[in-house]
C-alpha cells in the first residue's frame, strides 16, 4: 500500500498554500506583466480612441467609416488578430499590446463618441456665446459632459483587455496566462486556479478603481437623495 503524499503540492490540489509560497516570485512577475499589458494597452487605445470619437463627431462623413472599422476588428477571433500581427511585430509584446489597443479602440469610441453626442446643445451655444473656440469649447465643455459615458466605455475596456492578455500566453507574453497555459498542460491544478483567481481580482480592482474615479471627476452625476418632506 503506497503511502499518502504529505504535502499538496505533491497532492496536486486546486487549493495550495504551499503554492503561494514557492511561487511567490513567478506570481509576482506575472502579475506585473499582465498589469503593464493591460495599462499601456488601454491607455494607447484611449490616446487613440479621443480624437477618433471627436473626429467623427465633428465630421458627419467620418462617423459611418470610423464605427465601422472599429467594430469589424473587434470580430476578429483572437488567435486570428494575433497571427496577422505577427509578421509585422513577431513574438513580442508589441504583438500583444497592439492587438488589445485594436480590441479597445471598439468599446472606447463608441463610448466618447455618445458622451459627446450627448452634450446638450444648450451647452455648446453658452459656450460659443462665452468666446470659447472649438478646442477650448471641447477640452472646458464637451469632453468634461461626456465623462461619464467615456468612463463606462473605460472601464468595460479595461476589464476586457485583463481577460484578452491571457491569449498572450500563445507567444509567452500574457502575463497571469502564461501559468494558466503552463498549468494546464501539465494539468498544475493550484497554478491554474491561483493564476485563474488573480485575473479575476485585478478585474474587479480595476473596475472598481476607474469606478471611484469616475465618481471623483463626475460629482453631478450622482445620485441625490430627496429631500425629507
Known amino acids: 500500500m503506497t503511502a499518502t503524499p504529505d504535502d499538496c503540492l505533491a497532492r496536486n490540489e486546486w487549493i495550495c498554500g504551499d503554492y503561494l509560497s514557492t511561487r511567490r516570485e513567478i506570481l509576482w512577475d506575472a502579475t506585473l506583466q499582465h498589469l503593464q499589458l493591460t495599462f499601456v494597452s488601454v491607455a494607447l487605445g484611449l490616446l487613440l480612441a479621443v480624437p477618433l470619437a471627436v473626429a467623427a463627431?465633428?465630421?458627419?462623413?467620418?462617423?459611418?467609416?470610423?464605427?465601422?472599422?472599429?467594430?469589424?476588428?473587434?470580430?476578429?477571433?483572437?488567435?486570428?488578430?494575433?497571427?496577422?500581427?505577427?509578421?509585422?511585430?513577431?513574438?513580442?509584446?508589441?504583438?500583444?499590446?497592439?492587438?488589445?489597443?485594436?480590441?479597445?479602440?471598439?468599446?472606447?469610441?463608441?463610448?466618447?463618441?455618445?458622451?459627446?453626442?450627448?452634450?446638450?446643445?444648450?451647452?455648446?451655444?453658452?459656450a460659443r456665446g462665452m468666446g470659447y473656440?472649438?478646442?477650448?469649447?471641447?477640452?472646458?465643455?464637451?469632453?468634461?459632459?461626456?465623462?461619464?459615458?467615456?468612463?463606462?466605455?473605460?472601464?468595460?475596456?479595461?476589464?476586457?483587455?485583463?481577460?484578452?492578455?491571457?491569449?498572450?500566453?500563445?507567444?509567452?507574453?500574457?502575463?497571469?496566462?502564461?501559468?494558466?497555459?503552463?498549468?494546464?498542460?501539465?494539468?498544475?491544478?493550484?497554478?491554474?486556479?491561483?493564476?485563474?483567481v488573480l485575473c479575476v481580482v485585478i478585474a474587479v480592482a480595476a473596475d472598481l478603481v476607474l469606478l471611484g474615479i469616475q465618481r471623483v471627476l463626475t460629482p453631478w452625476s450622482r445620485p441625490t437623495r430627496r429631500a425629507a418632506a
Open 57 to 126: 463627431r465633428r465630421l458627419r462623413w467620418a462617423a459611418a467609416p470610423v464605427l465601422g472599422v472599429t467594430t469589424i476588428l473587434y470580430t476578429i477571433p483572437s488567435l486570428a488578430m494575433f497571427s496577422l500581427l505577427l509578421p509585422v511585430y513577431g513574438l513580442s509584446a508589441s504583438l500583444v499590446v497592439t492587438g488589445l489597443v485594436l480590441y479597445s479602440l471598439t468599446l472606447l469610441v463608441r463610448n466618447i463618441l455618445a458622451g459627446l453626442r450627448s452634450v446638450p446643445a444648450e451647452a455648446r451655444q453658452a
Open 133 to 196: 473656440g472649438p478646442t477650448r469649447q471641447l477640452l472646458a465643455v464637451e469632453l468634461p459632459l461626456a465623462l461619464p459615458a467615456a468612463m463606462a466605455g473605460l472601464r468595460i475596456a479595461t476589464v476586457s483587455a485583463v481577460s484578452l492578455v491571457t491569449i498572450g500566453a500563445i507567444v509567452g507574453f500574457g502575463g497571469l496566462g502564461n501559468l494558466i497555459y503552463s498549468g494546464m498542460s501539465t494539468y498544475f491544478k493550484a497554478q491554474v486556479l491561483t493564476a485563474s
